[in-house]
């Protein structure tokens, strides 16, 4: 499986080391939910409770670190926190008892906060230090235990994302679980072994029946690269090759 996960991500890249105008990226949330956007200049990109900031600040920018939105619109890079950050410590977490009271924060004030998170006025990070402060467990936890407290608050009110690069594995992996019914529900796994066991590679002429809106035919173009052939059969005068957008190919 391994084997056949590295084929797929070792497939040619789809475009430059940065993010570059006019082109697709994937944009990852803190909830793990993606969408893919088209960085156009002077447009807005909309990430709904995670905020919004200009799509001018991703022009340059490299793809795979996290950016934090701030008031206004602009972005700046942020360091991911890991767990191997958290001390070792004599705590544990058997005096901890679920229970709501807990948290002196009241229902009305946290929902203030959000609000006041949306309007840019709060940050997240002072969200989650005011729940952190007013939580009485959170002291008695481990510091393992801290750290995922915190990782599922950071998931709820962090606004921060991720951009991916459009490869073919990125892209069959968002739209499997996104909208499996566009590609046939293809997964990675799947479509390395199609591509490792047809043996293509670059400069191979391909013949190939794509009826998952081009996945196929997008992985295809990028195991054989320029020089290569990919002859696609297709129902109808039109082909439905949508994901092909994506992929940043040149002409």
Same mark, same amino acid.
């Given at each position: 499986?391994?084997?056949?996960?590295?084929?797929?991500?070792?497939?040619?890249? +789809?475009?430059?080391?940065?993010?570059?105008?006019g082109s697709y990226v /994937? /944009?990852?949330?803190?909830?793990?939910?993606?969408?893919?956007? #088209?960085?156009? +200049?002077?447009?807005?990109?909309g990430l709904g409770k995670f905020g919004s900031f200009r799509a001018?600040?991703?022009?340059?920018? &490299?793809?795979?670190?996290?950016?934090?939105?701030?008031?206004?619109?602009?972005?700046?890079?942020?360091?991911?926190? &890991?767990?191997?950050?958290?001390?070792?410590t004599e705590a544990n977490n058997q005096e901890i008892v679920d229970n709501p009271s807990a948290q002196k924060l009241t229902f009305e004030e946290i929902e203030a906060l959000k609000t006041q998170s949306l309007a840019g006025d709060v940050s997240a990070q002072e969200i989650i230090s005011s729940l952190t402060e007013n939580n009485e467990a959170f002291a008695k936890k481990t510091e393992f235990s801290k750290s995922k407290y915190i990782r599922r608050k950071e998931k !709820?009110?962090? !606004?921060?994302?991720?951009?991916l690069e459009t490869t073919a594995y990125n892209? #069959?992996?968002?739209?499997?679980?996104?909208?499996?019914? !566009?590609?046939r529900s293809?997964?990675?796994?799947? =479509? +390395?072994?199609?591509?490792? =066991?047809?043996?293509?590679?670059a400069a191979a002429r391909v013949l190939a029946v794509?009826?998952?809106q081009g996945m196929l035919?997008?992985?295809?173009?990028?195991? /054989?690269?320029?020089?290569?052939?990919?002859?696609?059969?297709?129902?109808?005068d039109v082909h439905n090759y949508d994901l092909l957008r994506y992929m940043n190919f040149s002409a």
């Open positions: 499986m391994d084997a056949a996960m590295d084929v797929a991500a070792d497939t040619a890249r +789809a475009g430059p080391a940065v993010i570059e105008e /994937i /944009i990852r949330m803190p909830s793990s939910n993606a969408k893919v956007v #088209c960085v156009k +200049a002077g447009a807005t990109v001018d600040e991703l022009i340059g920018a &490299a793809f795979g670190h996290t950016y934090e939105i701030e008031k206004g619109g602009s972005i700046r890079s942020r360091r991911q926190p &890991a767990f191997d950050d958290a001390d070792i !709820k009110f962090m !606004k921060s994302f991720v951009p892209l #069959c992996n968002h739209f499997f679980q996104a909208n499996p019914a !566009k590609t293809l997964r990675t796994d799947t =479509l +390395a072994q199609v591509l490792g =066991l047809a043996n293509v590679y794509d009826d998952g035919v997008s992985a295809l173009l990028s195991r /054989i690269g320029e020089t290569g052939t990919v002859f696609a059969l297709h129902d109808g």
